[in-house]
């Protein structure tokens, strides 16, 4: 039990439709990061939120975004879904922009897009 | 281009033996490299990391080598127990504080 909780756990979008996750960090966790995980592949860096600011983002389209609220809670959008962005996305949270040891992932939530 | 690699999908091994799972990497940047555990229907965990300035740390079971020459590091489990039985990425970023660059990952297993 991390702390960290994501929601929805498992849903199903049509391509080119919209997706929300989201993502509530650890208490006392200012930082939270997005991955994404593909099926039989590693967890891939889409960006991090520090205080309400991006900071960070790894190689993913703009279609990607992500917002983060005065709670330390957070958001992934995805815009324009393809089938590719089918994946378990994963939130983890951290304190002060660190990352390394000190990061603690959710469950995930796993987006299916048909 | 996968700059953390971990070649081998999946690895059984018996009860009470030693786990060597292997790890290499492309990028001599990286700066600090880490292996998370993942269970099924749950995040990954950390498990264990080493700085670049060391070659061995060790903790409890688990011990992570690293041979910065060869940019290969590897982690053991002795003596392998039910409970490892997971899934193991390896892991490295910059520093402590950047994107952390994940591998596939390989499934250990367990036996009895």
């Known amino acids: 039990e991390t702390g960290v909780t994501q929601s929805p756990t498992h849903l199903i979008k049509t391509r080119g439709q919209q997706v929300t996750l989201r993502c509530s960090s650890q208490?006392?966790?200012?930082?939270v990061s997005w991955y994404q995980q593909a099926l039989g592949q590693g967890p891939q860096f889409i960006f991090q939120?520090?205080?309400?600011?991006?900071?960070g983002r790894g190689n993913f389209p703009p279609r990607f975004s992500g917002l983060q609220f005065p709670n330390y809670s957070s958001e992934l959008n995805v815009n324009a879904l393809e089938l590719d962005d089918s994946a378990l996305y994963l939130c983890?949270?951290?304190?002060?922009?660190?990352?390394?040891?000190?990061?603690?992932f959710g469950e995930g939530s796993w987006l299916t897009v048909v | 281009d996968q700059q953390v690699k971990q070649n081998s999908p999946s690895l059984s091994v018996q009860e009470g033996r030693i786990s060597i799972l292997n790890c290499d990497y492309t990028?001599?940047?990286?700066?600090?490299f880490l292996w998370y555990k993942k269970y099924p229907a749950e995040g990954p965990t950390f498990l264990i990391s080493i700085s670049s300035i060391k070659d061995k740390n060790e903790d409890g079971r688990f011990t992570v080598f690293l041979n910065k020459s060869a940019k290969h590091l590897s982690l053991h489990i002795v003596p392998s127990q039910p409970g490892d039985s997971a899934v193991y990425f390896c892991a490295a970023c910059m520093n402590r504080d950047d994107k952390i660059i994940f591998g596939k990952g390989t499934r250990l297993h367990i036996l009895p």
């Open positions: 939120y520090y205080r309400e600011e991006e900071n």
């Open positions: 990028n001599s940047m990286f700066d600090y």
């Open positions: 983890a949270s951290s304190r002060d922009g660190h990352s390394g040891n000190t990061i603690y």
């Open positions: 208490s006392g966790h200012n930082t």
